[in-house]
C-alpha cells in the first residue's frame, strides 16, 4: 500500500478555527445591529400642553440607542459601506398598507354573461401564492393619482373627435368607474382623479392572463379598499363612513 493511502488530512489549526468563528459572530451580530438600530413604527405618541403633533398624530421610533451608536459610529462608515451592505432588511411588503384591498375578476364570455368570478387574494390559497396575490392587490391601491395639467383646451378639427382621458367618475360616495371622458374647458378646470399607469399595466397584463388561462372572452376587474386603522382612530373622532368599503371599477377589457 502506497504511502499517501494511508496518510491522514492534516487538523484545521484551533487558532483558524476560532479566528473564523469569531469573524462569522462578528460579522452577524454587526449586521443584526444595523437593522435593529433603524427607525420602527408607525407609533402614537402622547402629547403634551407644549408639544406639537405631526398631521398625522404619529411617529416613528428610533433604534435603541446602544445599537444606533455602533451603527454610527463604526458600523456604516466602516463596515457595511465598504462592503456596499447597506439595505437595512426593512422590506416594503414588511410595512403596513395604508389600505386594505382586495380585489374580483368576473370573466364573460362573448355575449357578456359572466362564466365566473374570481377573488384575489383567494383565501384557499397556499401561503406563497396568496402573499404574492396580496402584492398584486396592494400595487393596485388607492390613493389614486390627481389628472396632471392638461394644458390649453382641446380643439376638433376636420371632422375628429376631441382626445379622451380616462378619470375616475364617482356614482355615489363608496363606488367609481373609470371611464373615458371628452377633454372639454370643463374638464381641464376640475381636479380629477386618474388610473396610475402602473396600476392600469398590471390590470391589463393581469387580465389577459386569466382570459386565456380560464377561455373567457372578455374580463373586468373591481378594487375593493378600505382605509387602514391608525393609532389616531383610536384617539380622534371620525366620520361614519370613514372606514366604508370603496368599489372601484376598471372597466371591461378584452385579451
Not at 469569531?22 to 407609533?43: E, K, N, R, T, Y
Not at 390627481?146 to 375628429?160: D, L, S, T, W, Y
Request: with cysteine.
Amino acid at each position: 500500500m502506497s504511502p499517501s493511502s494511508t496518510a491522514r488530512a492534516r487538523p484545521f489549526p484551533l487558532g483558524l478555527q476560532v479566528a473564523c468563528s469569531v469573524l462569522a459572530v462578528g460579522h452577524l451580530l454587526l449586521i443584526g445591529l444595523f437593522a435593529l438600530a433603524q427607525d420602527s413604527g408607525p407609533w402614537w405618541y402622547d402629547v403634551g400642553p407644549n408639544d406639537v403633533m405631526p398631521p398625522s398624530g404619529v411617529n416613528h421610533s428610533p433604534g435603541p440607542v446602544f445599537a444606533r451608536a455602533i451603527t454610527v459610529n463604526f458600523t456604516e462608515p466602516y463596515y457595511v459601506v465598504p462592503l456596499r451592505m447597506t439595505h437595512n432588511y426593512h422590506f416594503q411588503s414588511n410595512r403596513r398598507p395604508d389600505y386594505s384591498v382586495y380585489f374580483e375578476v368576473f370573466l364573460k364570455n362573448e355575449r357578456g354573461d359572466v362564466l365566473r368570478t374570481l377573488k384575489f387574494p383567494d383565501d384557499k390559497a397556499s401561503f406563497w401564492v396568496r402573499h404574492r396575490q396580496e402584492i398584486l392587490a396592494q400595487n393596485l391601491s388607492p390613493p389614486d393619482q390627481q389628472m396632471p395639467p392638461r394644458g390649453n383646451e382641446k380643439v376638433a378639427a376636420g371632422g375628429k373627435d376631441l382626445p379622451k382621458v380616462e378619470i375616475w367618475v364617482r356614482e355615489d360616495a363608496h363606488t367609481k368607474r373609470l371611464k373615458p371622458v371628452e377633454e372639454t374647458d370643463d374638464l381641464l378646470r376640475e381636479s380629477h382623479e386618474v388610473a396610475s399607469p402602473w396600476a392600469k399595466t398590471l390590470v391589463k397584463s393581469y387580465l389577459r392572463y386569466l382570459c386565456r388561462e380560464h377561455g373567457a372572452a372578455s374580463a373586468e376587474l373591481v378594487r375593493y379598499s378600505r382605509r387602514t386603522v391608525l393609532p389616531l382612530d383610536l384617539y380622534a373622532p371620525r366620520p361614519e363612513d370613514t372606514f366604508k368599503e370603496l368599489k372601484s371599477y376598471f372597466g371591461e377589457m378584452k385579451p
